[in-house]
């Protein structure tokens, strides 16, 4: 089975400044990773998506996150930050042609002026 | 419609009432999950749909939890005689199939009190 661990549960940031999520995972079988955000008292939104191909993602609202699978790892990064961006922001995977997806516990990012 | 819409957006309960929660997916997508958001378990999978078919209903947490899809449309996510750890918020999303994007709703958070 495979499983996601999102490692920091709060990251505080200044406007303006880079962030960076760390997600790491575990898998025996190769695996489709997803990064979605859930903006407050709303669903999940997704944010980028790694099929195949290039190991750089670009998502939206200027996210991208790199694929490492020497690394197992799919971290989620943004060079300049908005207030607007603080959110609670999961990391996820599912196996190649299956529909589940197994989320990591999730990161909250809260940016302040 | 535009995207999923679940109802109802709250919805407390006392303990031992059932209750029933609607899922109304973007027209034209046949996959339907639901997925149950709790404090202490995260983001966990409850069932998954493919027209009214539940061909994997193995994150329902017990018997008193059950689903339907009538019509490859509306889902409708039933819980019996509910408990205080039902608290949570159950997200639905759907997708075209389940190999693409997966949209989520806004959620219906469940107390039980």
């Known amino acids: 089975a495979q499983s996601v661990t999102q490692l920091d549960s709060q990251v505080p940031v200044f406007e303006e400044a880079p962030v960076e999520l760390r997600c790491n995972y575990s898998?025996?079988?190769?695996?489709?990773l997803f990064w979605y955000v859930q903006y407050p008292n709303q669903g999940l939104q997704l944010l980028l998506k790694?099929?195949?191909?290039?190991?750089l993602v670009k998502g939206i609202n200027g996210f991208e996150a790199e694929f490492n699978k020497s690394q197992t790892s799919f971290h989620l990064r943004k060079p300049s930050v908005h207030i607007s961006d603080t959110a609670e922001y999961f990391c996820?995977?599912?196996?190649?042609?299956?529909?589940?997806?197994?989320f990591g516990a999730g990161t909250t990012v809260t940016v302040r002026a | 419609g535009a995207g999923v819409s679940q109802s109802p957006s709250n919805k407390v309960t006392e303990k031992g009432k059932d209750v029933e929660l609607r899922c109304d997916p973007i027209?034209?997508?046949?996959?339907l999950y639901w997925y149950r958001q709790s404090l202490g378990q995260g983001l966990e999978f409850l069932i998954y749909?493919?027209?009214?078919?539940?061909?994997?209903k193995s994150g329902l947490p017990s018997d008193r939890f059950s689903a339907e899809r009538t019509g490859g449309s509306v889902s409708t996510l039933t819980i019996q005689r509910t408990q205080q750890e039902d608290s949570a918020v159950y997200l639905c999303?759907?997708?075209?199939?389940?190999?693409?994007?997966?949209?989520f709703g806004q959620g219906t958070r469940l107390t039980v009190v």
């Open positions: 996820a995977v599912s196996l190649l042609n299956d529909y589940k997806l197994s």
């Open positions: 027209s034209g997508h046949t996959a």
């Open positions: 790694y099929l195949s191909g290039s190991t």
């Open positions: 898998s025996s079988v190769s695996v489709y």
């Open positions: 999303a759907s997708n075209r199939d389940r190999n693409t994007e997966a949209f």
């Open positions: 749909f493919q027209g009214n078919s539940a061909p994997d």
